[in-house]
Structures are given as structure tokens and as C-alpha cells.
């Protein structure tokens, strides 16, 4: 249920239409994950394997990970005490969908890509849900929290951790701009809306080169 409310809330901001169901392509079994990969203490995995020239997905997430979200669901109230649990869970439901609506295309999909979108999704969905759930407060923390507290796991990212420093500095300077455009009157708001759906449809080249002209 949390999973599919993720889902609905990233593809409203978006406008993604999608006839897949993340529910179905979710399994908590450990055991199903790669030895690599199951040796890790992540609660969190996207699995893609291709066979015969198709793709297929799969979405792992610790049952206790789910456990607790739904028994603190972030979609009615987002805190600090589920705001880990949350991010992990979008993070992978923001992988899924991003390769899912992709290969629609048949476009492939680069990692660093993925983790971008994935730390912009965090970021974005979790404004958007504090200001649902309190209109009267501009979340101001979220940024910091992000981008200037967040520390890599060097355990977890392997020899990935300088894709991921790459991934949130890219994320951090698009979110900086975006999070000018949401405190300012409503006008200013929907132009942060287009301005989301736009890089979310661009290639890789052109998003980075996008971004790269926002100031740092």
C-alpha cells in the first residue's frame, strides 16, 4: 500500500502515465538477491536482467523496512523517526519507475542518471508532503538534511562511492535552484513543476548540461 502511494505521488509530479503496479514487482526474500549483493546490509535493491533481448525488474526491500512504514506511514505524517525509513523506500520505488517509464522507450538508462533522479525525487516528494502535511511551515531543513549532512556509505557504494558524490552534487545544485522556486508565489511554484517534468524527460547529456548551468 505505502509502496503504491509512492508511486502514485512521484507520478503525479511528474505526470507519468504508467500501466505497471510496484506491488508487483516488489520481493523481500534475501535470499533472491545476488550473493554480492545479499552480503550487504542494504534494505534497499533494483534488480534489471535481460534475457532474449527483453528486460525485466525487480524491486527488493526489507520486510522489516516495510513493517515500519506501515506502521509509521510517511504519506500521513513524515518526521524525523520515519524519514530514513521513507527515503530508503522512495529511493528504490524512484529506481523502479524511472527504468520502468525508460524502457518504455527503449532508452537506456545510466547509473549515475538513475542515482540523480533518485536523490531529486527525495528531495521534491519530501516538500511536497510536509507542505501537504503542514501548509503553514516551509520545510527549510530539507535541503541541509540532503545535501549537506547526508554522509556515503563506503561499505554500501563499493567502488561507486565517487558516482554517488557525483549523483547528490549534480542533485544538490538543481534542488538549490528548485527550492528558490518553491518559496516564491504560486507562479514561481509552477514553473519548479515544468521545470521537474522537463529534466525528467531529458537525456542524460542534456540534463547534465542543464543543471550545470545553474549556479552551484
Known sequence: MVLQQLQDLLASIYDLPLGYDVDDFLFTE??????????TATDEQVLVQETGGAASLGLFLDRRLLDRLA???PLQALHGGNLADYW????????WLYLAWNLQFDRAVSLLELELQ??????VSS???LREQDPQRYPTELYRLLFERTRI?????GERVALYREANQYAARFCRRLEQQLSAPPAA??????ELRRLYRL?????LRRIRQYAA
Do not use: C, F, M
Open 153 to 157: 556509505d563506503g561499505e554500501l557504494a
Open 127 to 129: 516538500w511536497w508532503l
Open 118 to 123: 533518485a536523490e531529486i525525487d527525495k528531495y
Open 88 to 95: 530508503t523506500a522512495l529511493e528504490g520505488v524512484s529506481h
Open 30 to 39: 534475501r535470499e533472491r538477491l545476488p550473493s554480492a549483493v545479499r552480503a
Open 71 to 73: 506502521a509509521a506511514n
Open 203 to 207: 537525456s542524460p547529456e542534456r540534463k
Open 189 to 194: 511554484q509552477s514553473a519548479a513543476l515544468a
